[in-house]
Nanobody
Framework: QVQLVESGGGLVQPGGSLRLSCAASGSIRSISPMGWYRQGPGKQRELVARITNIGSTNYADSVKGRFTISRDNAKNTVYLQMNRLKPEDTAVYFC?????????WGQGTQVTVSS
C-alpha cells in the first residue's frame, strides 16, 4: 500500500500563488507517473498536470504557462507550483500516483481563489 499526504492548499487572491506538495510513503517500488487532478464545484474531476520519473510532463491547456509540476524522486514527493491563479482554479486538488501499475489517490486539498 501507498499513502499520500497532501499539503499547501488555502485561500488566495486572484493573481496570487500557491504551492502544493504530495509525499508518498509505504510500499513504494516504482512511482510513475505522479500527478495532480482537480474537481471544481459541480464539475468532473480533471487532470491538471502529470510527471513521469524521468521528468516528462503534460498539462491541461487551462494551466499551461501558469502551473509547474515537479518531483523529488529521493523524497517520493510531487509538487505543483501554481502562479497567476484565477477564480476558475478554485477546486479540490487531488494527488494521484501509480505504483507498479496500481493507482492511488490523496485525500484532496482545497484551493480557493477569491478576492
Amino acid at each position: 500500500q501507498v499513502q499520500l499526504v497532501e499539503s499547501g492548499g488555502g485561500l488566495v487572491q486572484p493573481g496570487g500563488s500557491l504551492r502544493l506538495s504530495c509525499a508518498a510513503s509505504g510500499s513504494i517500488r516504482s512511482i510513475s507517473p505522479m500527478g495532480w487532478y482537480r474537481q471544481g464545484p459541480g464539475k468532473q474531476r480533471e487532470l491538471v498536470a502529470r510527471i513521469t520519473n524521468i521528468g516528462s510532463t503534460n498539462y491541461a491547456d487551462s494551466v499551461k504557462g501558469r502551473f509547474t509540476i515537479s518531483r523529488d524522486n529521493a523524497k517520493n514527493t510531487v509538487y505543483l507550483q501554481m502562479n497567476r491563479l484565477k477564480p476558475e482554479d478554485t477546486a479540490v486538488y487531488f494527488c494521484n500516483v501509480f505504483n507498479l501499475g496500481k493507482e492511488y489517490w490523496g485525500q484532496g486539498t482545497q484551493v480557493t481563489v477569491s478576492s
